[in-house]
């Protein structure tokens, strides 16, 4: 079964740090584009961070350049974001996703289009 699973959310304070990660089952990442989105509460989704297949090439909002980080880590089948300096609108349900080829996928990254697998979310929350 085709599966993508999203943890790491959770309540912190502004200033704070948190690290999501993206657990890819049933398919490996390898060939894949992984995107991050974001949905707060009333607000459209938006493309946070997106990170190709082929060189590593990473992509960022520019709300959240210099703050977030993605990675991936192809031998644990694993994407992460590491979430530093956190504001309180970072709050939102985390979403990542997977397309392939991943040379289509990061021309509109941010988009949501392209891709093929989408996880289930994770609660961020930044409060006070």
Known sequence: QVQLVESGGGLVQPGGSLRLSCAASGFTLDD????????APGKEREGVSCISSSDGSTYYADSVKGRFTISRDNAKNTVYLQMNSLKPEDTAVYYCAAGSPSAIVVVMWWSGYEYDYWGQGTQVTVSS
């Open 32 to 39: 894949y584009a992984i995107g991050w989105f974001r949905q």
